[in-house]
């Protein structure tokens, strides 16, 4: 199989896709893979497989790679003698962040009919922003953390008790997030997250919990990985999570009983539902006092979480079988032709 | 100004599409247009003034016009002499139904950095979904019908009384929508509507309500159109709105009360918030003892609702005054230098 791997994109986590990018020419034995760059300005590059360094774009060598137009059933390289299509089976959107969390990419790709694992847009949009997610997630049945929302220019006179964390609505890996304990670091804590969004949630700061993740996805059966339970701290902050989209090792599974397993298995499914038909997502779950909550979902998990996974590349294989999901509309005319037929124009 | 007016698309609705498309050829005055069709194919076409005409869709003569492609900054005409862009200053967003309500076009506009007039991803996501729109408008405090959702293959044993209104969650212009008044007939309304979706919402018909629509837009200041009660049927299918696609007429406000009017507004206001900016949108209210329900959000209403407005082709220019509202990220590859340095090799 060939699989396109997308990566880059005008993202607040451009540098940690190239990181996950470059990690999955370790992880793919038997897959060829296709390495598609989107530079700041979202342009397409083909980056051959020698130059998957991170020093490559960090240097903006990148510029002297091909550039590729995207185009009705994928990219081309433009050329002196016309288009010529870059062949893969299936993209694989490694976008972290803005672009390929927030359905961009998933919406190129649909619209251009270019056969790709990733949320489909209506989940990227369910997942990117965090008040979506937990009205999706109450509406099936499945607990989040209580919040209170601000909008950008509301009074700033919280509810919570602290401690609180405080949290833009939108943006993923801790951007913008902050912990805050004492009454002075909450305006600063709320201007960071203003800078992010307009919307901002404030959470109570739940102690003695534990932080179990779950990955996985439906290929034609459930592929559910090992639960992990995060190296805990406090809180973990963008240098700290950084680090975690470089993972290639295996991790060894959370010392979890059978109940919360099955619990935290279950929520996964009852999220994943359709809805993410085609993906390959990881949920953040809390525990508390028996009780699981869904943290957050996702939708690009760092490296694709494929450290969680006994079989990770025959699984994306097994995936990509069938990625075809919208539904072909036929356009006859009909309608146009019995109005003209009422006109006597027909 | 010069307004490109993007219509037709992969969708249900795409005759309708054209038809309103033709609709805005009259509306705009002073406003110099340029027609960009979406074919069944998804293929871009530059369509003449002079071929504005449903026969020229329905016959295929669109196929003789000229080709375009979507790159970085708009659209280009290729040639035997280079591309050659599509020169206009915003873009309209005509396509009903999937690929111009469900976000597609507006990730694409955004993606290359192209201005557009339509609601941008996130607030597609919400109105396109019905299940979406009912947890959002719960979210911010403005009623809906209550329902009873329905996956392919649940049980059947609905619990809500007849008679009921059956609607796949996606989708607009009633399609696959069907008013259940006996038993008998609910089976072939439930096997209608999950052609369309796999999750159906079963709403309560409910009677002695009425019908009331309200455009509008937030420019630099909240322009509302007029209150609409619209012509009354018990239950409008997809031919009868229609009609409603090619209108181009002013019509009279509702004859409706102070006080159910402010609702309406205020309601209106509430849905848009930040998430519609950038679009013109329609919402169909109903009053029911003086309680106004959220029914839809139409995120393209048909022929964009222009005669509901006073003063609509200077409301689009006041709207096209500011349509970029994401945010530039710069990437300067921070964490790559400092993981380099970290390493040694910077």
Redesign the interface.
């Known amino acids: 199989m060939k699989l396109a791997v997308l990566f880059g994109g005008?993202?607040?986590e451009?540098?940690?896709s190239?990181?996950s990018a470059i990690t999955m020419q370790k992880i793919f034995k038997k897959t060829e893979l296709i390495n598609i760059f989107v530079s700041?300005?979202?342009?397409f590059y083909l980056i051959d497989k020698k130059d998957m360094k991170?020093?490559y774009?960090?240097s903006s060598d990148y510029k002297k790679a091909k550039k590729l137009?995207l185009?009705?059933d994928g990219f081309v390289v433009g050329g002196m003698f016309g288009d010529k299509k870059v062949e893969f089976d299936t993209l694989l959107n490694l976008i972290h962040g803005?672009?390929g969390e927030?359905?961009?990419v998933?919406?190129?790709m649909?619209?251009?009919?270019v056969p790709y694992i990733s949320p489909r847009?209506?989940a990227?949009?369910?997942s990117?922003?965090k008040?979506?997610t937990k009205?999706?997630a109450?509406?099936i049945g499945v607990k989040t953390i209580p919040y209170e929302?601000l909008?950008k220019g509301d009074s700033r006179d919280i509810k919570t008790p602290l401690p609180v964390i405080v949290k833009p609505s939108r943006l993923g890996s801790s951007i913008g997030v902050s912990m805050v304990k004492e009454e002075s670091e909450l305006d600063y804590a709320l201007d960071v997250a203003f800078e992010f969004d307009?919307?901002v949630l404030v959470e109570p700061f739940m102690s003695g919990i534990k932080e179990y993740n779950q990955a996985g996805c439906y290929t034609d059966k459930w592929e559910l990985s090992i639960i992990e339970e995060p190296h805990k701290e406090e809180f973990l902050d963008f240098?700290k999570k950084?680090m975690d989209f470089s993972r290639d090792g295996k991790v060894g599974a959370a010392d979890i009983d059978n109940i919360a397993a099955q619990k935290i298995q279950d929520s996964f499914k009852r999220v994943y539902g359709?809805i993410f038909k085609g993906s390959i997502i990881r949920c953040d779950f809390f525990e508390q006092n028996g009780d699981i909550y869904l943290n957050e979902i996702n939708p690009i998990p760092g490296s694709m979480a494929n450290y969680l996974f006994e079989d990770f590349e025959d699984m994306v294989v097994r995936l990509s079988k069938d990625l075809n999901f919208e539904q072909n509309?036929?356009?006859d005319?009909?309608?146009?032709?019995s109005?003209?037929s009422a006109k006597g124009?027909a």
């Open positions: 005008s993202s607040f451009h540098e940690i190239i990181v700041e300005k979202r342009e991170s020093k774009f960090s137009q185009q009705k803005r672009d927030d359905g961009k998933a919406s190129l649909e619209f251009y009919g847009l209506e990227c949009a369910l990117y922003n008040l979506f009205l999706f109450d509406s929302l909008h307009d919307l240098e950084y359709n509309i036929k356009i005319y009909a309608y146009i032709h109005i003209q124009k």
